[in-house]
T-cell receptor, first 111, second 110 residues
Framework: DGGITQSPKYLFRKEGQNVTLSCEQN?????MYWYRQDPGQGLRLIYY???????QKGDIAEGYSVSREKKESFPLTVTSAQKNPTAFYLC??????????FGQGTRLTVV | QQPVQSPQAVILREGEDAVINCSSS?????VHWYRQKHGEAPVFLMI?????EQKGHDKISASFNEKKQQSSLYLTASQLSYSGTYFC???????????FGTGTRLTVIP
């Protein structure tokens, strides 16, 4: 089945620790995006990549890093520089016509 | 660049209609609508491109007024399955970099 797979579903991070969220797609889409969602808020863009080996910062990129070494994969690292990382993280890939297909999300909690 | 959605929340009885509005301060290339159920990923509903088009499927339709930089989502004869949070996403450049509103929580009760 084609789709977007995010893992893990739940993640706990200790203070000062880096963690990496996985996002894999088999839809053959060029464009992939990472969003952060806080309670009662919309989705805010962290990073996006329109093509392999290229990515751009979104509105709230500070404290995050990404890589795009393969078309299928767009992992997000939440670094210790991100002071308030507790949130729901959503990865999406975009069809050429612009429709976004989202993964099931990763809920990150700082402990 | 975040669009403004209204209302923030609405409660409907089954069979009633609702309108959700999305307004931008910038000129829009396209408007996207998504529905998210609690704890799940947003699901794509439709895209409207500049040119003032309307779209719809089943009993959910939308319009896009390019001049007013606004879009509205219409839900008619609501069903229990329509419950969820509806987000509009706006694209100001044509590059599909979407800015999402804060959402409208729709609850349909029997």
């Amino acid at each position: 089945d084609g789709g977007i797979t995010q893992s893990p579903k739940y993640l706990f991070r200790k203070e000062g620790q880096n963690v990496t969220l996985s996002c894999e797609q088999n839809l053959n889409h060029d464009a992939m995006y990472w969003y952060r969602q806080d309670p009662g808020q919309g989705l805010r863009l962290i990073y996006y990549s329109q093509i392999v080996n290229d990515f751009q910062k979104g509105d709230i990129a500070e404290g995050y890093s990404v890589s795009r070494e393969k078309k299928e994969s767009f992992p997000l690292t939440v670094t210790s520089a991100q002071k308030n990382p507790t949130a729901f993280y959503l990865c999406a890939s975009i069809t050429p016509s612009g429709a976004a297909f989202f993964g099931q999300g990763t809920r990150l909690t700082v402990v | 660049q975040q669009p403004v959605q209204s209302p923030q929340a609405v409660i409907l009885r089954e069979g009633e209609d609702a309108v959700i509005n999305c307004s931008s301060s910038k000129a829009l290339y396209s408007v996207h609508w998504y529905r998210q159920k609690h704890g799940e990923a947003p699901v794509f509903l439709m895209i409207l491109l500049k040119g003032g088009e309307q779209k719809g499927h089943d009993k959910i339709s939308a319009s896009f007024n390019e001049k007013k930089q606004q879009s509205s989502l219409y839900l008619t004869a609501s069903q229990l399955s329509y419950s969820g949070t509806y987000f509009c996403g706006t694209d100001t450049t044509g590059a599909n970099n979407l800015f999402f509103g804060t959402g409208t929580r729709l609850t349909v009760i029997p």
